[in-house]
């Protein structure tokens, strides 16, 4: 009996070995970055029809992303659902996917059973909702994050100033994807597809303005609107470098976990085999 034991328990040790060095892996890329979500209140009911269309929307939305940086689709039903994706401006049409397909996986768990969900990552954003949002501009407030504030430095400022001001500027043609760089400071910033010029325009002015402001002569800051965003950094230094500290902390403490479970897993095979060689011992003494 202990014999059958002993290999099903080292197998399962080895198996947890195998799936936490996975999950010592980095599993996203910078794109990836989780920036904000949410979900709707309402929800509908698991086997509706509703649910059909959120799977077929959703399914859609990875679909169209393999192709393209931005669309948008319409399911009509007894309740019409309304959907969206958009890729950062820079993104290959392959990174654009992957970053389109985690999202709508991420969605699937954090708005089980909603009516709608909204996910912004670094690279990509996905939304849908059974209430109209397609071209409807919306300069809500949804995410503001500064960095460590560093003083008053006229050149710094003068080099942000030049970049959010570029980034502001219009020329009158459609441009919702804009980067701009002075010195060591760089900026990115863009609006939503289903927007007009001039909504865009509208849009990302106010998200340079607010980030003027509430930013001041922070070294980097995140203005996200509901419809547009606007970002800055000088000399690399943005929000995600506390991601990068937390992943740190948590690989550290998986690499001691599969240290402690390959420990123990030696240990069990180590003893096994005494097992065995006792039992071989054991045996030949009855025999004589």
């Not at 070294?219 to 419809?227: C, N, R, S, T």
């Amino acid at each position: 009996m202990a014999s059958t034991q002993t290999p099903s328990l080292i197998l399962l040790l080895l198996l947890l070995l195998t799936t936490l060095s996975i999950l010592t892996t980095p599993s996203s890329s910078s794109t990836e970055t989780f920036v904000f979500g949410g979900c709707s209140q309402q929800k509908y009911t698991p086997g509706s029809a509703y649910e059909n269309s959120v799977n077929s929307m959703l399914t859609s939305l990875v679909n169209s992303a393999m192709f393209s940086s931005y669309n948008n689709f319409t399911i009509q039903g007894q309740q019409t659902l309304y959907g969206l994706f958009q890729c950062r401006g820079d993104l290959s049409t392959a990174d654009c996917g992957r970053c389109v397909a985690h999202a709508v996986s991420q969605l699937g768990t954090l708005c089980l059973d909603s009516c709608g969900g909204v996910l912004q990552l670094d690279g990509c954003f996905v939304k849908y909702d059974n209430i109209s949002f397609l071209g409807v501009e919306d300069k809500t407030v949804v995410v503001k994050k500064c960095g460590p504030l560093i003083g008053y430095d006229s050149d710094a400022s003068t080099r942000r100033d030049a970049v959010l001001g570029y980034l502001g500027s219009s020329d009158g043609s459609y441009k919702p994807y804009r980067v701009g760089g002075s010195g060591d400071v760089t900026g990115v910033a863009q609006c939503v597809g289903d927007l007009s010029a001039s909504e865009c325009q509208d849009c990302l002015s106010d998200a340079i303005g607010r980030l003027k402001t509430d930013c001041g002569a922070a070294k980097w800051g995140d203005m996200f609107l509901a419809k547009c965003y606007a970002r800055y950094s000088e000399g690399g230094d943005h929000s995600h470098d506390n991601d990068d500290d937390n992943d740190e902390e948590i690989e550290k403490t998986l690499a001691i976990l599969i240290g402690m479970i390959a420990g123990i897993a030696l240990l069990v095979i180590f003893l096994s085999s005494i097992r065995r060689l006792c039992d071989g011992k054991g045996k030949g003494i009855a025999t004589i």
